[in-house]
Structures are given as structure tokens and as C-alpha cells.
């Protein structure tokens, strides 16, 4: 049976106007020590209490608090459980947590789950004051920073805490799409295939860098790849039998035994997949590398290797990889036809690549100038904005120039 609140439950209402009081649900069992909070912190706040965390929880999920203010040894949740639940609806509202006894643990995992502080008891109450005002105020700032990031004006959108990140990287998994970006066969005049990239609809990540880079602190980068992988392959419709599908990995996903599972959707149309492996990131982190790569063939993917001229020392994992096909950096691409030094590189690049059996994609082509430059080097596949920008795989398979 859960306890009732002790005041009358007001509609849902959204963030308070500044200058309201600020709205504090208080949760604590004892009921002495709960009324005499109440009376001392209704002075300067709205407070609402409830005697244990599925009250708590009932509540927060149909209003909007400044703060929580939290026993931790609670009957049914505990204070930590509770924390654990407020943060998977709201990223912002600050919980302080109150205990007589804090073990390392519970304080690990409260800071974990982003509670603000600790108050342990008995505590003096213009100190809980002075929190709990603080609090309401990083509240404030909180959701206003987070309406700017959805605005897409200023803030780091990594900058909440572990379980708001986590949070937020949840809705990017659940919203993420992928869309296709042609690749052109430059002899053929053909588009010959697809990049797969992915998208996602969480405001917090609003391009794969932002994504990648929370799955990475987060140690949930083959999450990621796994999603893409499945959409990627059930998704991809081109408008021609035989084209080839580019899938970005991520290096520790070659550490993922989904990657080389038969029954994985992508496997399954292996033969026409060539898995690009950046080398802005290291590989020095994934075992076996020539093993694993080997592995990879003998399902039926072909490698490249993405961004050449952008990272690491290329060396290593032209040795370990053997890729069949390269793509270089846009970095060099971009304003080739001015600049002897880029089509010096290139050249020579392609001229290498081709005697080691490597075909070369030349990427992020934005001018006709650039277009007619790569050309005339030799690199064998196109691709850039100039050809076609990211969206579903139902370009015309001609091309124009
Ligand atoms: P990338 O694999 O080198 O992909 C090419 C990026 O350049 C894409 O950005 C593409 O939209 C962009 N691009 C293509 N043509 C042009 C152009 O002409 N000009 C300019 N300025 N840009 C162009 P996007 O989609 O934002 O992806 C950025 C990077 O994020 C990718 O670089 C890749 O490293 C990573 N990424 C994207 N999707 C995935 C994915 O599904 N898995 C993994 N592991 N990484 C991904
Ligand atoms: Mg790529
Ligand atoms: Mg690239």
C-alpha cells in the first residue's frame, strides 16, 4: 500500500517562473524528523513529502521538483534506487541524500547516478538550507542549458552527469537511423555503392561524433555498432543489384563477437559489405588484429581503411589490415587543385594503393574543380556532396559530369 502525500496532490505543473519558490519533494520515513522538516523548509520552499521512494517516484514522474531531498534507508527503495529512477526522466532535478551511516558503496554509486551531495545526520538545518537552495538554483541553470543545447545554441552537450549521459544516449539508440551516401565508380561513371551513416534524433548528440564520443566514456561504443550494423543492412535498399554497402566500425568493435556472428544481419550480405576502419582512432587497444581481420574475410566482408591522412602512423594498419580499399581524408582533398603539395600525396598515394591492389575513394569532393583534380589522379571511387549528399540509397545510378 503506498503512502499518500501529507498535502493534496496540485495538477502537473512545468518548471516554475523564476522567482517561485522553488518545489522541494522531501522523502523520509520517520515521521518526526519528516515533520519538522517540513515545517522548517516550508519557510522558504514548496514542499511536498512522502513517506517512501514509490510515492517519490509516482510523483516525480508527473511533476517538475527544484530538489529532492532524500533519506537513503528507505522501506520498499532505497534512496539510491530512487536515484536511479528519477534520472530516467529527468536528467536535471539535483538530489540530495540524507543518511546516517554513508558506506563507500552507496556513495558511489549516489555520485554515479549524479546525486548532488550528502547531507549525514543529524545536520544542522541552516547548512540543509543553504544545499537545498543551491541545489534549486543548479536545477534552474540545468534546464535552462539543456533547452539552449535542444536550441542548438551553445553548451557542451556531454557536460551532465554519468546517468543523464546515459540517459540521453539511450534516446539516441532508440532514435537512430541510418542514411546512405553514394559512392561513384569514377571509370563507370556509376554510383557503385553506399556509405552507411548514422543519425539520431536525441538533440543532446545532434552529429555521430557527439554520439560516439558518449558511447566511448560511457563504455557502450558496441551498443552502437551493433544498432548500426542490423539497421544498416535491413535498411539498405539500392536501386541497383550488386552495389556495395560501406559500414563504419568503431576499433573496438572489431572486439565484439557479434561482428563476426553468421547469423548477424550484416554477415548475411557480407559479400557486399566493406567495413571501414577509421584511422583517427588507434587500434593498438584490439588483440589479434591480423587474426580478426582474417576472420572478417573469411565471412565474406572486404576492409578499408577510413580517413587516411587524418591520424595514426597509417603504417600499422596497412600491415596488420591489408585493406582492399582506401579512403583519404577529405582533408586532402578539399582545395586539391591549388595546392601542389596535396596532389603531390594523393598521387602518390593512389600510385601505391594501386600496386598493392588497394582501390582508392577519394571523399568529401565539394567542387568541380576538386572533382576534375582527383580524376586526373587516378583515384578510383568519388564521393562528397558534389555527388550526392547523405539520404536514402535511391540515387540515380548515372551520373552527370
Ligand atoms: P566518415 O566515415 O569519414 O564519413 C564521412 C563524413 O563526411 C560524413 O559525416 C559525411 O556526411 C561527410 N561528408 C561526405 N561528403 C562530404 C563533403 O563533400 N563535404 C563535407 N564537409 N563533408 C562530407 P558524418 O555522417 O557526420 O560522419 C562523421 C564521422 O562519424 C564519419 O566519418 C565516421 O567516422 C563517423 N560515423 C558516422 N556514422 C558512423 C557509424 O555508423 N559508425 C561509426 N563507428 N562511425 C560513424
Ligand atoms: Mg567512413
Ligand atoms: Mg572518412
Redesign the pocket.
Known sequence: MMNKPTRELPARRDTPADGARPRLLLVEDEDGLRHALVRTLSETFDVTAVSDGSAAAELLVKETYDGVLSDIGLPGMSGVDLLRLVRTYDLDVPVVLMTGQPSVETAIAALELGALTYVQKPFAHDVLHGTLLRAAKLARLARTKREAVAAGVGGSPLAGDRAGLHTCFDRALETLSIVF?PIVDRRARKTMGF????RTKEPSMP???AL?EAAERLGRIQE??RR?RELAATSFRPPDDGMTLF????PA?MLDSNLYDRHAPLTKIADHVVL?I?E?AALDDVTETKHRAAELRRRGFRLAI??LGAGYAGLTSFATLEPEVV?LD?SLIRGIEGSPVKRHIVESMTRLCRELDMHVVA????TMPELATVIDLGCDYL????LGR?GPALVPSSQSW
Open positions: 551516401q556509405e552507411a551513416l548514422m552529429h555521430p561524433g560516439l552502437v555498432g548500426v559500414v563504419n566500425l568503431h568493435d571501414e577509421t583517427r577510413d580517413d579512403k577529405m571523399e568529401g569532393i565539394e564521393q562528397g556532396y558534389l547523405p
